[in-house]
């Protein structure tokens, strides 16, 4: 009896996976990782391990679903979706998962940047080619990876420490007047390196005082929850400068219950926050109501961008190790036109 249920088991399976009925394979963290509709023959197919951070923002919901509108069967791919649910075990397990299935190519957007060695070595091992994504990883031998596609995320807080800069020029507001706080991502992941190591230069140029930095993962619930924690510990808060667009809606979440106003009359007691990504609705809504007054723009359509690079890889072209990708900086606030970082203009648009 209980041989003839599993056989109909495994027969009900064989048909799901022939038939094409499977839907984007979602993570766990035992690193079972799943597999996105497969349409006609496997055979032709170039598989594909991704191994993503998690869904901790608007900003990587949309790279997600770029990176799976990019690797679709209809486009050649076959392609292994696994979320690390911010968590770098899980992400080494995936990167395991995948060599075992013998993918062509894994695809990683890591998490932080430190600890990949050992798992990039079992890859290279394993002759499969590591493309990385969005943050970077610090390793021994950069052979260990094939090339990586992303942001600058030091020139994007450069951005916006300038504008904050030009802002304080306009408005004739001295540099110890400013009273910041940092709302920092992910510990030890690139966005939060650069981003933390742009403001830390510009405190130490403009003569502004950091008040406290902490992490809030870049998440809304936690930068709720560490904006309020800075709201009781210093009352002089001035500006908030929050990592991404998540952690600044949170924030003013926080500044608002303690009956303070967002905005960028600092003079008159706003509080003005600033941020980074400016991808979602809420985030162009909230930019052009002055509710974040500056946003360092951060791109997350690198789906077109990886699947080009194996494309090309599967034809023999090397790809450049590093590819920037372009990006501005909005704001709704008059007072400054453009940045120019090491010689270099960016407009400031109204997003
Ligand atoms: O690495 C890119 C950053 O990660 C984005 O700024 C943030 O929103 C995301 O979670």
Redesign the pocket.
């Known amino acids: 009896m209980k041989k003839s249920y599993l056989t109909i088991i495994t027969l009900i399976l064989l048909f799901l996976s022939i038939s094409g009925c499977g839907t984007y394979g979602q993570a766990s963290p035992s690193g079972d990782a799943g597999r996105q509709s497969q349409g006609g023959d496997d055979e032709q197919l170039i598989t594909v391990g991704f191994s993503q951070v998690g869904a ?2 608007d ?2 919901n949309i790279n997600t679903d770029s990176m799976k509108e990019s690797f679709c069967p209809e486009n050649g791919y076959d392609l292994i979706y696994d979320d690390g649910q911010q968590k770098q075990h899980n992400q080494i397990t995936a990167i395991r998962t995948f060599i075992q299935k013998d993918v062509d190519y894994i695809v990683l957007a890591p998490v932080i940047e430190d600890g990949w060695d050992t798992v990039l070595t079992e890859a290279r091992d394993a002759d499969i080619p590591v493309i990385l994504v ?2 970077m990883v610090n390793v021994n031998d950069p052979d260990l990876f094939t090339c990586w596609v992303g942001s600058d995320f030091e020139l994007e807080g450069s951005k916006v420490c300038e504008w904050l800069n030009g802002f304080c020029r306009a408005n004739h507001i001295s540099g110890s007047d400013i009273n910041i706080v940092n709302i920092k ?1 992910t510990e030890g ?3 939060e390196l650069g981003r933390s190591k742009a403001l830390r230069t510009a405190v130490n140029k403009y003569g502004w005082n950091l008040l406290d930095e902490r992490s809030g993962e ?1 998440t809304q619930a936690k930068g709720r929850e560490v904006m309020t924690q800075f709201l009781k510990q210093h009352k002089n808060i001035n500006v908030v400068y929050s990592e ?3 952690e600044a809606f949170g924030a003013i979440e926080a500044i608002e219950a303690e009956g303070r106003k967002v905005g960028s009359d600092i003079k008159h007691g706003e509080i003005m926050v600033l941020a ?2 400016g991808t979602s609705d809420q985030a162009v809504e909230a930019v052009r109501s002055g509710r974040i007054t500056c946003i360092g723009e ?1 791109n997350p359509l690198h789906g077109p961008r990886v699947e080009k690079i194996i494309r090309n890889l599967s034809e023999g072209i090397v790809p450049d190790k590093y590819e920037y990708v372009d990006e501005g900086i909005f704001s709704a606030d008059e007072s400054v036109n453009s940045v120019i970082i090491d010689g270099v203009s960016y407009g400031v648009r109204v997003p």
């Open positions: 901790e923002s900003w990587r969005d943050r991502g992941a690139s966005a870049f991404n667009d998540n980074f990504d951060c």
